[in-house]
T-cell receptor
Framework: GAVVSQHPSWVICKSGTSVKIECRSL??????MFWYRQFPKQSLMLMAT?????????EQGVEKDKFLINHASLTLSTLTVTSAHPEDSSFYIC?????????FGAGTRLSVL | GENVEQHPSTLSVQEGDSAVIKCTYS??????FPWYKQELGKRPQLIID?????GEKKDQRIAVTLNKTAKHFSLHITETQPEDSAVYFC?????????FGAGTQVVVTP
């Protein structure tokens, strides 16, 4: 199956700093990538849809200035959590769409102290 | 928008028995329904999917059924094994975005 790489897998940062997460489709081109947030023992909540070469589409309640998304190429999308605070601590997962199927990255566990 | 409900939230089965997870969706325009398996701390993995022009699909011990009229679809796992223990998520594709169900924690006991 298709491979999606997400980096880093785990990050600890101080409150107020920014964190960048990368999502790469390794063996296929993805015009659309998705960013999800998952709290412990809960479902995947879509944060935004990232389209190559255009602005991301954010879901209701997600602050676009807080969660900056860039999809500069067909194989890379980045999510930057700006001025992170403890309430931003969560598991963030990206997915890349290929032929209607979403292939997920391994996720990034963010802990904000 | 699309709303997906999934039941049960937890399911404990004896090894060798069958497990059934049910999902309902609200948007009649949804036409693609994947099922993902997520083990603790790992990424969701697609295990089976079905499109709206098909009523049933089977892959070894896993099968999915779809009732478009009633807007529900189900995952069936037969002859369960301990390695089937995980959280299973259903999803419905609505306008190119997936709406996920809340998940079902499946525990297979030896």
């Amino acid at each position: 199956g298709a491979v999606v790489s997400q980096h880093p897998s785990w990050v600890i940062c101080k409150s107020g700093t920014s964190v960048k997460i990368e999502c790469r489709s390794l063996d296929f081109q993805a015009t659309t990538m998705f960013w999800y947030r998952q709290f412990p023992k809960q479902s995947l909540m879509l944060m935004a849809t990232s389209n190559e070469g255009s602005k991301a589409t954010y879901e209701q309640g997600v602050e676009k200035d807080k969660f900056l998304i860039n999809h500069a190429s067909l194989t890379l999308s980045t999510l930057t959590v700006t001025s992170a605070h403890p309430e931003d601590s969560s598991f963030y997962i990206c997915s890349a769409q290929g032929a209607n199927i979403q292939y997920f990255g391994a996720g990034t566990r963010l802990s904000v102290l | 928008g699309e709303n997906v409900e999934q039941h049960p939230s937890t399911l404990s089965v004896q090894e060798g028995d069958s497990a059934v997870i049910k999902c309902t969706y609200s948007d009649s325009a949804s036409n693609y329904f994947p099922w993902y398996k997520q083990e603790l701390g790992k990424r969701p993995q697609l295990i089976i999917d079905i499109r709206s022009n098909v009523g049933e699909k089977k892959d070894q011990r896993i099968a999915v059924t779809l009732n478009k009229t009633a807007k529900h679809f189900s995952l069936h796992i037969t002859e369960t094994q301990p390695e089937d223990s995980a959280v299973y998520f259903c999803a419905a594709d609505s306008w190119g975005k997936f709406q996920f169900g809340a998940g079902t924690q499946v525990v297979v006991t030896p």
